[in-house]
Each structure stands twice: as structure tokens, then as C-alpha cells.
């Protein structure tokens, strides 16, 4: 690790909490923030934790123009014995360099990362909620801030921290969430940059989103680019079906986001003895099950949906109920296994917390 000094600036006041049933997700920010610049020649450094605060930017910033923007998303949760714990906070930043490198921007060192992400949550302790199934949310990212037109890799970067303390992210909790199968727009493809938690796959995510949202469907299920006809991931969440006693996720093609809590659950399920494959999946095929009665269940799993059982699905005109619209056994067993592991009310028998 090579150590840069962090200088920390307290901010003058403290902003108000937020009461539990209020948070919502990602809309209310701690007091402090972590900043860290880039610069070619010089490298990373002038290493800060400073007050929640705006940022001064050139209009001509490249991210702006060119997105060369990348992000982490991972949580800090408050145990019952009032410890603090991170979930395998080490594979977000492991992910975050392997974005960096896809979007040809210089590697951050990441055990100092976590370090200074662990100062940060300790200097914010108190915006940790405690209700149940609250977390703070938190927010590595790399912005592109070189004041340039020219389409090249820009010479200048910002690395931040931000921190949200966070509700559900979908309206319906743990209540199936209702999917639309999207048909006419693809969110990547093999070659591109799915694979890479960068900017612009969520903003060409949100035309499907916006969609359908319009017939009432909480999220978009992407099929892949090429044939529009595998099951890719949900933009928010890696999607898991379980079929005839098997559960089934779509493999990591280069496309589809290499999901953290995704990863966690195809160990949970193993040391289960639940069979599991990573493969790829006709969406057709999800269709026959739902038809011959054997698809039990489905559900997506991410940092911040967590393990969230789908309801149903909608594929051109026709519409897949799952398990009569009700949580599955191997979906709450997910939920529960990961959430009491996540806030300490199960021994971490995979050594994937860390306390704080
Ligand atoms: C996460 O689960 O942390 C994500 O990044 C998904 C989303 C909120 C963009």
C-alpha cells in the first residue's frame, strides 16, 4: 500500500438526521465526503476528508462531455452489538480498477482506498441508521476533470466518497418487484463497456427504465445486444431464476455486471448444496418453465436491492407470474442468510465482514 496522508477538515455544522421511514434511497448525504485528485506526472494525491460540500469544475471537465466516469456502490451496516460492519468492501475497489482500466483511468491503490473509506464511516459513525433493513449507503467514484475537448483520456481526475444513509431501494421491500422483459433497446454488448460499473451504462439503461415504468413494471430485465435473446442482468441487480429444484443465473460474458452480492449468493447456495449454474440462459426457456409449472422462483440480487424475489415478468404480451406472486424459500433463505450475516446476527462462517 503506499501511504498518502489524508487531511482532515471538519465541517462547521452538522446536518440534520433523517427519520428511518423517511430515507428512501440516496437522497440524503452525510457531513463529510473523501477527496482525492489525480494529476499525469504527479499521481494520485492531495488525499482529503472535508465537509459535505459542491464541486468547482470547468464546463469543459472531460467527464461532461466524453463520461469517463466510474463507480462503486457498497454499504456500512450497524450491528446489534453497535460494532460496524463493511461488506467485502475489498472487491468493490478490486472492481472499481478493473472499471478504471476499461475507462482508461489510472489505477487508485486500494488498500489505501479502504482505509480512507473506513476513516470516512468512522468520522460519520453516528449517520449509520440502526431500524431494521437501513444501512448507509456509500459511494466510491472517479470523475474525468480535465478541461478538454479532445476525445482522448483525460490527464486529471477526482476520486470520491460519498455516503447515504438508505431505506429499501424499491418501493416494495422485500415484496416482489414487477419486471418488464425489454425488446427494442439493449444496454451492452460483448466488447463494450457492461462489464464496467461506468456512467453511461445506466444512462443508456433509462429509456427501457422510463419505459416501463409507463406500464407500471419496476425495473427493465436486459436481453443481450447481439441476438436479443439471453438473459443478461436488471441494471440494478444480477437476475437468478430457479428452475425444477436448480438455480440458474446468467454466466459473466463480458457484458453483464460481475455483481458482488451475486458472487456471495453462488456461495451461499453451494455451501447449501443447492444446485446452482452460471450459464447462458434463454429468456425462452424462462418462458417454457414458467408454462410447464417448473419455474419456482426468481430473484435479483445486488448491493443496493439486496435480494429482491421478482413477481413476475412481461415479455412481449405475456405475463409470467412466479410462485403466485409470493417470496420463495431458496429467495428468503438468500435474504436471510446474507442480511443476518450483513448486520451480525449470524456468525460470518465466509469471512466476508469487516468491522470497522
Ligand atoms: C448498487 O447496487 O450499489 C448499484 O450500484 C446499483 C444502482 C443503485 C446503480
Given at each position: 500500500m503506499t501511504t498518502y496522508q489524508i487531511t482532515t477538515e471538519l465541517g462547521a455544522n452538522k446536518k440534520d438526521k433523517i427519520e428511518a421511514d423517511q430515507l428512501g434511497f440516496g437522497q440524503v448525504f452525510t457531513d463529510h465526503m473523501f477527496v482525492m485528485d489525480y494529476e499525469e506526472g504527479k499521481g494520485w494525491h492531495n488525499a482529503k476528508i472535508t465537509a459535505y460540500q459542491p464541486l468547482e469544475l470547468?464546463?469543459?471537465?472531460?467527464v461532461f462531455h466524453y463520461g469517463q466516469a466510474v463507480f462503486e456502490g457498497l454499504k456500512a451496516y450497524a450491528t446489534a452489538s453497535g460494532e460496524v460492519n463493511l461488506f467485502r468492501p475489498d472487491r468493490n475497489f478490486k472492481r472499481l480498477n478493473a472499471s478504471n482500466d476499461r475507462l482508461c483511468i489510472p489505477k487508485i491503490d486500494e488498500a489505501f482506498a479502504l482505509e480512507a473509506l473506513k476513516e470516512l464511516v468512522r468520522l460519520d459513525?453516528?449517520?449509520?441508521?440502526?431500524?431494521?433493513g437501513t444501512s448507509l449507503y456509500i459511494r466510491p467514484f472517479i470523475i474525468a476533470t480535465e478541461p478538454y475537448l479532445g476525445v482522448n483520456p483525460s490527464k486529471q481526475y477526482k476520486f470520491m466518497i460519498i455516503m447515504s444513509p438508505v431505506g429499501?431501494?424499491?418501493?416494495e421491500g422485500i415484496n416482489p418487484v414487477k419486471i418488464l422483459v425489454e425488446q427494442q433497446y439493449v444496454r451492452a454488448v460483448v466488447g463494450g463497456t457492461g462489464e464496467a460499473k461506468t456512467a453511461g451504462n445506466y444512462a443508456s439503461s433509462l429509456k427501457g427504465s422510463e419505459l416501463a415504468s409507463q406500464q407500471g413494471y419496476s425495473q427493465t430485465l436486459w436481453l443481450d445486444?447481439?441476438?436479443?435473446k439471453y438473459v443478461e442482468e436488471v441494471g440494478s441487480m444480477n437476475i437468478f431464476f430457479k428452475i425444477a429444484g436448480k438455480v440458474v443465473t446468467p454466466a459473466l460474458?463480458?457484458?453483464?455486471l460481475s455483481g458482488i452480492t451475486r458472487d456471495s449468493m453462488i456461495n451461499v447456495l453451494k455451501s447449501k448444496n443447492i444446485p446452482i449454474e452460471e450459464r447462458a440462459i434463454e429468456f425462452a426457456e424462462i418462458v417454457e418453465a414458467a408454462k410447464n409449472g417448473t419455474l419456482e422462483e426468481a430473484f435479483g440480487t445486488g448491493t443496493a436491492a439486496v435480494i429482491s424475489p421478482v413477481g413476475e415478468f412481461k415479455w412481449l404480451e405475456e405475463v409470467l407470474t412466479i410462485n403466485d406472486g409470493q417470496i420463495g424459500e431458496v429467495t428468503q433463505m438468500l435474504y436471510d442468510t446474507l442480511t443476518s450475516i450483513q448486520y451480525g446476527t449470524m456468525e460470518d462462517p465466509f469471512g466476508w465482514t469487516i468491522k470497522l
Open positions: 470547468s464546463p469543459a471537465a472531460m459513525r453516528d449517520w449509520i441508521p440502526t431500524a431494521p429499501s431501494y424499491y418501493k445486444g447481439k441476438e436479443n460474458n463480458g457484458s453483464i
